[in-house]
């Protein structure tokens, strides 16, 4: 059954925000009148700045309790995911529980196989943070493999360009620099992308 990560319904928080906000800046200008009646609009614009503070920390207690909770999933009304925003796998980055981040991102593919940000971020994590070109490559290939559109091929060869570069594998750099450069032959890095292939030749 397609599942959904609970933390993405960022528009039922927006709605949460915005009762808290109101809610809350109703409760203090009652307060305050009733104890400054003649102070009240000098009052707004603090009041304002303390309102938006809570609301934006209950926002970040709530992401970070949805982030925590990645991996407990529950389906969409549509049967569709809803946009995952890899706050978890982020967190654990920044933490340098890099393993535990490639779990996860693996986790989401199975779950959604079709689902090319988290192949993209993976690839990237292992490229980078991770130091393991290999599996970064093998990832790019196999999202090539999925017939993913031009945009998508873009990212693709760009990140393989920049592994085989870093590598120094001159005849896998040039082979994705062309393939660059046919994909996108009137652009400035389609052009780019040939003169440089012209000059590993």
């Known amino acids: 059954m397609p599942l959904r990560d609970v933390s993405a319904d960022r528009g039922l928080r927006i709605r949460l925000g915005l009762l808290l906000g109101s809610s809350l ?3 203090m200008l009652a307060a305050e009148f009733a104890r400054y009646p003649d102070r009240v609009m000098l ?27 990645a991996g407990v999933h529950f389906p969409s009304a549509d049967g569709t995911p809803r946009a995952h925003e890899y706050s978890l796998e982020h967190a654990l980055v920044v933490r340098g529980s890099l ?22 971020r993976l690839a990237a994590l292992l490229a980078d943070e991770c130091h393991d070109p290999d599996g970064a490559t093998r990832c790019l290939l196999e999202i090539r493999m999925l017939g993913v559109t031009l945009a998508d091929r873009w990212k693709v060869t760009n990140a393989l360009i920049d592994i085989y570069r870093a590598l120094g594998n001159v005849p896998a750099l040039r082979s994705e620099l062309l393939r660059l450069a046919l994909e996108h032959p009137d652009t400035a890095a389609g052009r780019a992308a040939r003169a440089e292939a012209a000059t590993l030749a």
């Open 25 to 27: 800046m109703a409760l």
């Open 43 to 69: 009052l707004l614009v603090p009041d304002a700045v303390v309102t938006a503070g809570v609301v934006w920390l209950v926002w970040r207690a709530i992401e970070a309790g949805g982030g925590s909770a």
């Open 99 to 120: 393993d535990e981040a490639v779990e996860s991102y693996r986790s989401r593919i199975v779950a959604y196989p079709g689902e090319i940000e988290a192949r993209l």
